[in-house]
């Protein structure tokens, strides 16, 4: 009779530490939408779905596994394939979080941003990197992406002139941080989208010459940048070099800024610090976007140009004042 009450008790208590188990997320995380969407049943929604994702991206993490199993129920086919290609490059982890979010309006739907998440791979200083979740009007997940820093975000919306401006800004922030990402999950029918055909590509090469000194009459190498035009095919095949031969791939953007075309005001000059490091080689150098918006519905990339910000000596060769601009081209119409 003991023993039977003892094997009772024993089970009641198993049953228990079952659901405390089942009721919490595996990743030890909290999400709640606290601000900007007033619908309580979406809200809830997306809230799942976001739990659900971060769940699955630490199950699949601390399994070590090469692929990580998504649902349809709360993620779109496409946004699926897109993290897969991520995970190719580095799993992610999610860190213990009690976060509070804001929902922003966008034309295609829903955004949160600002999801923590530890790219596995990646050295320990770049390991810490935050995601912009995008919705559908439903509340089902459609795209995922590296975010630029919140607070630089913030200050780019707020130098607006006008609605349309405003949309266009968010439209930009979104294009960089989807431009970036594709880098990352080495999304070369991405990255080919989002070019003109006859884009502009252009990128510095350091090189060293002889420069021969009056004072001593003898010569000397000095770092001098040699810039390179590239057709998009060129670049594309370059890139996809590239993404074959690293096993791991960051590529970060920093120190944004955004600038509207004073005589096309549907043209746009994107200028930021771009930080490139994979398995093999890294580098710092500032690149320019020209991003076109004469097609609302599909910005395109009319210009790209990269420069090394420092030489091999640590030696600074471009300055903030020397990057290409808007004013550096001519637009013909």
């Not at 590296?146 to 800004?169: F, G, K, P, V």
């Amino acid at each position: 009779m003991i023993q039977a009450k003892l094997l009772k008790k024993c089970w009641l208590l198993t049953l228990m530490l079952l659901w405390s188990i089942d009721g919490f997320p595996s990743s030890g995380a909290s999400i709640k939408i606290v601000e900007g969407l007033d619908n309580s049943e979406l809200r809830q929604k997306m809230e799942e779905n976001l739990m659900n994702m971060v769940d699955d991206f630490q199950k699949a993490a601390d399994e070590q596994s090469k692929s990580v199993k998504l649902s349809k129920s709360y993620m779109t086919a496409d946004a699926i394939d897109d993290v897969k290609l991520i995970w190719k490059s580095s799993a992610m982890s999610c860190p213990p979080m009690n976060l509070k979010c804001r929902c922003l309006h966008t034309s295609t739907g829903y955004q949160v941003r600002g999801i923590p998440v530890d790219m596995v791979e990646a050295d320990e200083n770049e390991r810490r990197q935050e995601l912009t979740i995008d919705f559908t009007p439903q509340g089902i997940i459609s795209n995922i992406s590296i975010s630029i820093d919140l607070h630089r975000y913030e200050e780019l919306m707020a130098e607006q002139t006008s609605d349309i401006d405003y949309a266009r800004r968010q439209i930009i922030v979104n294009f960089v941080e989807n431009f970036r990402t594709a880098y990352n999950r080495r999304d070369l029918k991405l990255i080919n989208s989002v070019f003109s055909d006859k884009a502009l590509i252009i990128t510095g090469k350091m090189v060293m010459e002889k420069v021969n000194t009056d004072t001593d009459r003898m010569s000397r190498l000095q770092s001098k940048v040699v810039y390179i035009k590239h057709t998009k095919q060129e670049y594309l095949k370059r890139l996809q070099n590239i993404f074959r031969s690293v096993k791991y791939l960051n590529v970060k953007f920093d120190d944004i800024e955004i600038v509207q075309h004073p005589k096309y005001d549907d043209i746009y000059g994107v200028t930021l610090k771009q930080y490139w490091h994979s398995s093999t080689y890294s580098d710092e150098g500032y690149l320019f976007l020209m991003v076109d918006f004469h097609d609302t519905d599909n910005p395109l990339i009319q210009v790209r140009t990269w420069q090394p910000y420092k030489n091999n000596k640590g030696e600074v060769v471009t300055k903030r004042d020397d990057v290409f601009h808007l004013g550096s081209f001519n637009i013909v119409r």
